[in-house]
């Protein structure tokens, strides 16, 4: 299903066109339609635990990982669904995964929180917000001591920057020059609460800024140029520079978590989301580009459909691991206390 | 053979698995100096400082380092300082390497050692000697290693470095300059086997780290009572070798725990229900603890001395499984 994990189409840095444009406007219907379908099966309790979805910021999943190799490691946090699929995790093993089945990526043992799919390099998410930025600072050093050009990238959100694990990374990424790239989707909002109720500082980039990275703001819902601000990114930290951290604003179009009643804002009008919604956007922007047609936009819609109902179809048919999977995994090498 | 010491043990150890394995590095606050108990002096000299890696006082993040890199193919071992402060790494520890291999559905390893070591008599206040293990061994996915020896530093250390998940291995730091007879290439000691370190028929006495030298003050003292003690010193707690304590308690009927952590609530305790569950017909007397009393380390040298259980302790409660309380 899909083509992810796709090597990168053009050079780093470079503007966003055609083809690319078209890849990244599926695999962004892709996760839209995913995580619309996951929102109906988790009220209908066909999925389970706490569901956090990204709709809305499709764009930033897309841009950043459409450009990484499988060998780059990513991190993710807990709304971590387009970032598996925009790095190439199959959307039917995702999606028996959050079902708690055996062919879920993790064999159920994981879910929604904590996707992992070493195949194409996704690392891991947590559910502990920021838990893993020194996990991706790990795998930087690794590459660094192991010799090697892949980069470690770390999602998370802005409610992450007020931890302690991210102001120590922070510290220790830029004293150690480490490869990787920090991309903080910054929604405005920590769970409930407005970043202004958690910090006086409104950009992380400007958290940073006494560490001297390089770093970056831009528009999370314009694909484009999220596409080249990460590319010119990446291009830097495949040569082993690092670290660099890229802020993307975007809008978190659902509460905190499936069922959040979020009587905390006011919901966006559907003209101003209209505006907004990066996927309509690239769909203008590509089409008066020549980059695709308006066939080719209908085309990667009714494409993500097909694939995510067949995708629900392999998960509903997947058995439940057997009981004896958790002892078995406890340790690697299987051995028990 | 040759004479060296605990902290020698473990340094050579050190020196040894990273001439062996490229991947092996060290990394913590001041190891390149070879931190406060010479663990790893010379190492910087001999590997240089990208492989013995001094890091800021950030706990947390060089735990989540060393986690990171341990699943992209390192084998790194960290240092905490002290085991007082694994608390700024618990989170890292308890949430992400622990839970790695089994949440991944066993796609990733982290084949990550943390040396850390705690123990209490330096005079060094209550958040630089406590015995804080039995945090540990109560999360699935962290084996937890208490050496009593140079051989079992050595031997188990070598072990841990070799091993695919985390081990948490507790040194005490009274134990690191005893002196102690060694070979030159210590043997590899398996994890998860314990030791009998002195055969006996009355009572077994079970005791961990510091405490099993304790142990053999007390068998000696037993001695000369006419009480055939015999010590056992689990070496790993997680996997515990339960078998080699049933079997052993089976024969003598009488079973005491010890370890210089809180009693209440401590890994003892652990020990004694299994025990209890295992071999309740052939116990003869009921299991006694050994262990610190319900108060944080004292400073004051008189009180830490009484704070900390030792030969007295252990002889008291063996006497106490042969009916002999009135001797206590």
Same mark, same amino acid.
């Given at each position: 299903?899909?083509?992810?994990?796709?090597?990168?189409?053009?050079?780093?840095?470079?503007?966003?066109?055609?083809?690319?444009?078209?890849?990244?406007?599926?695999?962004?219907?892709?996760?839209?339609?995913?995580?619309?379908?996951?929102?109906?099966?988790?009220?209908?309790?066909?999925?389970?635990?706490?569901?956090?979805?990204?709709?809305?910021?499709?764009?930033?999943?897309?841009?950043?990982?459409?450009?990484?190799?499988?060998?780059?490691?990513?991190?993710?946090?807990?709304? %971590?669904?387009?970032?598996?699929? $925009?790095?190439?995790?199959?959307?039917?093993?995702?999606?028996?995964?959050?079902?708690?089945?055996?062919?879920?990526?993790?064999?159920?043992?994981?879910?929604?929180?904590?996707?992992?799919?070493?195949?194409?390099?996704?690392?891991?998410?947590?559910?502990?917000?920021?838990?893993?930025?020194?996990?991706?600072?790990?795998?930087?050093?690794?590459?660094?001591?192991?010799?090697?050009?892949?980069?470690?990238?770390?999602?998370?959100?802005?409610?992450?920057?007020?931890?302690?694990?991210?102001?120590?990374?922070?510290?220790?990424?830029?004293?150690?020059?480490?490869?990787?790239?920090?991309?903080?989707?910054?929604?405005?909002?920590?769970?409930?609460?407005?970043?202004?109720?958690?910090?006086?500082?409104?950009?992380?980039?400007?958290?940073?800024?006494?560490?001297?990275?390089?770093?970056?703001?831009?528009?999370?819902?314009?694909?484009?140029?999220?596409?080249?601000?990460?590319?010119?990114?990446?291009?830097?930290?495949?040569?082993?520079?690092?670290?660099?951290?890229?802020?993307?604003?975007?809008?978190?179009?659902?509460?905190?978590?499936?069922?959040?009643?979020?009587?905390?804002?006011?919901?966006?009008?559907?003209?101003?989301?209209?505006?907004?919604?990066?996927?309509?956007?690239?769909?203008?922007?590509?089409?008066?580009?020549?980059?695709?047609?308006?066939?080719?936009?209908?085309?990667?819609?009714?494409?993500?459909?097909?694939?995510?109902?067949?995708?629900?179809?392999?998960?509903?048919?997947?058995?439940?691991?057997?009981?004896?999977?958790?002892?078995?995994?406890?340790?690697?090498?299987?051995?028990?206390? | 053979?040759?004479?060296?010491?605990?902290?020698?043990?473990?340094?050579?150890?050190?020196?040894?698995?990273?001439?062996?394995?490229?991947?092996?590095?060290?990394?913590?606050?001041?190891?390149?100096?070879?931190?406060?108990?010479?663990?790893? $002096?010379?190492?910087?000299?001999?590997?240089?400082?990208?492989?013995?890696?001094?890091?800021?006082?950030?706990?947390?993040?060089?735990?989540?380092?060393?986690?990171?890199?341990?699943?992209?193919?390192?084998?790194?071992?960290?240092?905490?300082?002290?085991?007082?402060?694994?608390?700024?790494?618990?989170?890292?520890?308890?949430?992400?390497?622990?839970?790695?291999?089994?949440?991944?559905?066993?796609?990733?390893?982290?084949?990550?050692?943390?040396?850390?070591?705690?123990?209490?008599?330096?005079?060094?206040?209550?958040?630089?000697?406590?015995?804080?293990?039995?945090?540990?061994?109560?999360?699935?996915?962290?084996?937890?290693?208490?050496?009593?020896?140079?051989?079992?530093?050595?031997?188990?250390?070598?072990?841990?470095?070799?091993?695919?998940?985390?081990?948490?291995?507790?040194?005490?730091?009274?134990?690191?300059?005893?002196?102690?007879?060694?070979?030159?290439?210590?043997?590899?000691?398996?994890?998860?086997?314990?030791?009998?370190?002195?055969?006996?028929?009355?009572?077994?006495?079970?005791?961990?780290?510091?405490?099993?030298?304790?142990?053999?003050?007390?068998?000696?003292?037993?001695?000369?009572?006419?009480?055939?003690?015999?010590?056992?010193?689990?070496?790993?707690?997680?996997?515990?070798?339960?078998?080699?304590?049933?079997?052993?308690?089976?024969?003598?009927?009488?079973?005491?725990?010890?370890?210089?952590?809180?009693?209440?609530?401590?890994?003892?305790?652990?020990?004694?229900? %299994?025990?209890?569950?295992?071999?309740?017909?052939?116990?003869?007397?009921?299991?006694?603890?050994?262990?610190?009393?319900?108060?944080?380390?004292?400073?004051?040298?008189?009180?830490?001395?009484?704070?900390?259980?030792?030969?007295?302790?252990?002889?008291?409660?063996?006497?106490?499984?042969?009916?002999?309380?009135?001797?206590?």
């Amino acid at each position: 299903m899909g083509e992810p994990g796709a090597a990168p189409t053009v050079p780093s840095g470079a503007a966003l066109a055609a083809p690319a444009a078209l890849a990244l406007l599926r695999t962004m219907w892709r996760i839209r339609v995913f995580e619309e379908r996951v929102g109906v099966l988790k009220r209908a309790d066909e999925v389970y635990g706490l569901i956090h979805l990204s709709i809305g910021g499709e764009g930033v999943a897309a841009a950043v990982c459409s450009q990484l190799r499988a060998d780059d490691p990513v991190y993710s946090g807990h709304r %971590a669904h387009g970032h598996a699929i $925009a790095k190439g995790a199959p959307p039917e093993r995702i999606l028996a995964e959050l079902m708690g089945r055996s062919d879920g990526l993790c064999h159920g043992l994981g879910g929604s929180m904590h996707l992992v799919d070493l195949e194409h390099g996704l690392m891991g998410a947590t559910g502990v917000v920021g838990g893993n930025i020194p996990l991706a600072l790990g795998s930087a050093l690794a590459t660094r001591l192991r010799g090697g050009d892949a980069v470690a990238v770390s999602f998370f959100g802005d409610g992450a920057v007020q931890a302690g694990h991210f102001n120590e990374s922070i510290n220790l990424a830029t004293l150690w020059q480490l490869p990787v790239i920090l991309v903080c989707e910054n929604n405005g909002f920590a769970e409930f609460t407005p970043r202004s109720a958690h910090t006086n500082v409104e950009r992380v980039c400007d958290v940073v800024a006494p560490y001297g990275l390089e770093r970056e703001t831009v528009d999370g819902n314009d694909v484009a140029a999220v596409w080249k601000a990460f590319g010119r990114f990446l291009a830097v930290a495949r040569r082993g520079g690092g670290p660099l951290l890229l802020e993307c604003l975007t809008h978190r179009l659902r509460g905190h978590y499936e069922g959040d009643p979020t009587l905390y804002r006011a919901a966006i009008s559907a003209t101003e989301w209209q505006q907004r919604d990066p996927i309509l956007r690239l769909a203008r922007q590509g089409t008066a580009a020549g980059w695709f047609s308006a066939e080719d936009v209908a085309d990667a819609e009714r494409e993500a459909r097909e694939e995510i109902e067949a995708a629900v179809e392999f998960a509903r048919r997947s058995p439940y691991p057997g009981a004896e999977l958790p002892g078995e995994l406890v340790y690697a090498g299987g051995s028990r206390p | 053979m040759s004479t060296t010491t605990y902290v020698k043990a473990i340094n050579a150890a050190l020196a040894a698995a990273m001439r062996a394995d490229e991947r092996v590095f060290v990394m913590g606050e001041d190891v390149a100096e070879g931190g406060p108990y010479t663990a790893t $002096a010379g190492l910087a000299e001999e590997f240089g400082r990208e492989r013995v890696r001094n890091t800021p006082i950030s706990e947390g993040a060089i735990c989540g380092v060393a986690i990171g890199a341990a699943q992209s193919g390192l084998r790194p071992v960290l240092e905490i300082m002290f085991i007082d402060f694994i608390t700024l790494a618990l989170d890292q520890l308890v949430n992400q390497a622990a839970k790695a291999h089994s949440m991944s559905g066993g796609q990733l390893c982290v084949p990550l050692v943390l040396r850390t070591q705690g123990g209490a008599g330096q005079r060094g206040g209550a958040q630089h000697s406590q015995s804080l293990e039995a945090w540990l061994t109560h999360v699935p996915g962290l084996k937890v290693v208490m050496p009593a020896t140079a051989a079992d530093a050595a031997g188990l250390l070598k072990s841990a470095i070799a091993d695919p998940n985390p081990v948490v291995f507790v040194e005490n730091k009274a134990l690191y300059f005893k002196r102690e007879e060694l070979p030159a290439d210590p043997p590899p000691v398996p994890i998860g086997r314990a030791r009998t370190v002195r055969a006996g028929g009355d009572v077994t006495v079970v005791a961990t780290s510091r405490l099993v030298e304790e142990a053999m003050t007390a068998a000696g003292t037993l001695a000369a009572e006419g009480i055939d003690a015999e010590v056992i010193d689990p070496r790993t707690l997680v996997p515990l070798d339960l078998d080699a304590i049933v079997r052993s308690t089976e024969r003598t009927g009488r079973l005491v725990v010890a370890h210089e952590a809180v009693g209440f609530g401590g890994f003892g305790a652990e020990i004694a229900a %299994a025990v209890g569950a295992a071999a309740f017909d052939s116990l003869d007397a009921p299991i006694e603890r050994v262990g610190a009393p319900f108060t944080p380390v004292p400073l004051s040298p008189p009180l830490e001395d009484a704070y900390l259980p030792a030969a007295p302790e252990i002889c008291a409660a063996a006497r106490a499984t042969l009916g002999l309380a009135a001797v206590r």
